[in-house]
């Protein structure tokens, strides 16, 4: 039996080690597009969209939601920082909504601060629902 090629990626948020395992293949938000990591990938430092992660091991996908950070590959491993991050199995629709509808609010009635923040808490509201409603 051949061994699949693998490389390691920890996932980090300044309270906890959200991910941490060997992968084959990982789909990350890219500030200009998505990004393919393979193993032995080239080094690469990366700033992360509001997105989705997607991690293929053997035939499990995993896939979590990224509030945006920073992604660096080295040495056959990446690794990301970010402030959030959520599994989709673990996604509160129902708080998601919440954060939906409070951004939409503070979007209409805020001051341009207000504004630019409620439109950031926004986008990430919709792509955690939409990560949860299609991996659910």
Same mark, same amino acid.
């Given at each position: 039996?051949?061994?699949?090629?693998? @490389?390691?990626l920890q996932i980090v948020t300044p309270e906890k080690i959200a991910f941490s395992e060997n992968?084959?293949?990982?789909? @990350?938000?890219?500030?200009d597009g998505d990004l393919g990591v393979l193993p032995?990938?080239?080094a690469l430092l990366s700033e992360l969209a509001i997105g989705a992660i997607a991690v293929t091991i053997g035939a499990t996908k *995993?896939? @979590?939601a990224i509030s945006g950070g920073f992604l660096e590959v080295r040495d056959n491993s990446a690794t990301v920082v970010a402030d959030t991050v959520e599994a989709a199995s673990e996604i509160?629709?129902?708080?998601?909504? *919440?954060?939906q509808e409070s951004a939409m609010h503070q979007a209409e009635t805020g001051n341009d601060y207000d504004k630019k923040e409620a439109e950031l808490r926004l986008k990430r509201s919709l792509n955690r629902l939409k990560i949860a409603s299609s991996h659910s």
């Open positions: 039996m051949i061994e699949q090629s693998t @490389f390691q992968v084959n293949y990982a789909i @990350f938000p890219g500030a032995h990938h080239a *995993k896939v @979590f509160d629709v129902a708080r998601a909504q *919440k954060a």
